[in-house]
Structures are given as C-alpha cells and as structure tokens.
C-alpha cells in the first residue's frame, strides 16, 4: 500500500499541475492513427514518466510514444513496467466534456498489480492493488450492492472496433440490456462498472493503456472478464485486447454467454 500511496499521490499531483491548467485551454493536432492529443497529453506523459520510476524504479510505456519505443519497453521489460496513459479521452478533454482521466498501471509479466485512475473534474481517484481490493476515494468498491436482471442492465458498449459486423448489428437491435452508454473514456468504463454504475461492458479492441488499470479494478472489485477470443482475459493480444465483463457473476454468465453466441 505504500506504493499505490505515493502512486495516488503523484497521478492527483501531476493532473492539477499539467492537466487541469490546459483543460479547455490548449488546441488539438492529429496522430498518424487519426487520434487526437494535446500539448498537455505530452506534459502530463512526461511529468508521470520522470516521477514514477522515483517510486519503483521501472520504466514508464506511454500512449504518446512511438509503437517501436512501446513495443522495445514491453519486450524488455517483463519483470515491471509502468504503463500511462496521461490523459485517456483526449476528445473529451478538448471538448470540454469532463469525462476523461490519467491512467497509470504496473504491470509485471503482463499482469497488472497497481491500477489508479483519476478524474481530475470530478475528482474522483479509482484505485486497486492486487489481492487488496478496489477503492474510490477511500470506499471499497462497488458501491452498489444490488444486481440488476440484465433486461434492466446499463452496458458500456464500443461497437467501432467489434469485428464482427453480426455482433453489432445484434447489439443495435437485439442486445439482452436494458440500455448502452458509450462516453469516450475506455479507463473510465472501467470504473464506472467496478462502481455499479454500469452493471455489463463490451469492447472490440482497446490499447494496453486502455486496460491496465482499469481491468484490475475491475477484477478487485469482484468483476468477471474475459475477451471475444478467450476466457481467460490476461492471455489475449496485447495491444489490441476486446473485453466482455460484468461487475456480478450471474450477469457474467448471461452476458458471455449471449456474446459468444451473436458473434
């Protein structure tokens, strides 16, 4: 616990220093996969990567390096590697809508063991530390208790990167759930299904920074995961990695089931 402390500490410190001073401040450019970042993407990123190896010394992966600089720290790295992303729902950010976060992972032998993520609008620190359960500022995760039948269940739902044209379509109009949510933030997702306050989540490819926090808070939380492509989630392709997860195992059950059968 001492290190997620000063992890805790370090993500708040940095998200009102680089961050929250840039928020509807500072223009957008374009990467060459489409995506947007900002100039406090880059400030943020290289606050966390100066900071973090102080703690554990490890080496920081972010989003805004090159796919070769990622793939040479993950390939080196496997005994511990700090994973960011400095600011995940860069869309949000430059829209000003305020629903985005700092992520920040440590990951050893692809697993993750430390996850916090860090809404700097709302405030609200979501953080886990393997085998210690998940916590949001401080209250143990989820913070609803009761499960709802899955034809009242709220999904978190990304159909842009599902590579089965029948499992969209069958989401759009013959999903099980009471009703989808898709708000721009993959680490936040994470969160608001460890908190109860989506109750299934499905996704057709996230990025390493996508999942490293957020899938241990989740799995903290008491949450259920696999992937499209195997039941066991943290085996699957790293950096493009689909999620099928529920907060409760009977939702689990239905919800993996009626997935695998609609792909």
Known sequence: MPVLDEVI???RDVAHSEVMPRFLRVGSSRKDDGSLFTEADLAC???LAELLPKLLAHP???????????????Q???????????I???TNFVNGLPYFAISV???VDGVSQIGVIYNPVSKEMFYAERGCGAYLNGTPLPLKKTVNPIGDAIAGVEVKYLRSGKLASRLASLAPCGSQRNMGSSTLDWCYLAAGRYDLYLHGGQRL???????LILEEAGGRLATLNTDYYWSDTVWKRSVIAALHPELFAQWHRWVRMNQ
């Open 76 to 86: 080196a790295h496997r005994d511990g590697l700090w994973v960011v992303d400095p």
């Open 60 to 74: 920081v992966l972010g989003e805004e390096m090159t796919e070769a600089e990622q793939t040479a720290l993950w």
């Open 88 to 90: 995940d729902g860069t």
């Open 209 to 215: 920074w996508d999942y490293a926090a957020g899938a």
């Open 9 to 11: 500490r370090v993500v």
């Open 45 to 47: 990123q290289q606050a």
């Open 105 to 107: 992972a440590l990951m």
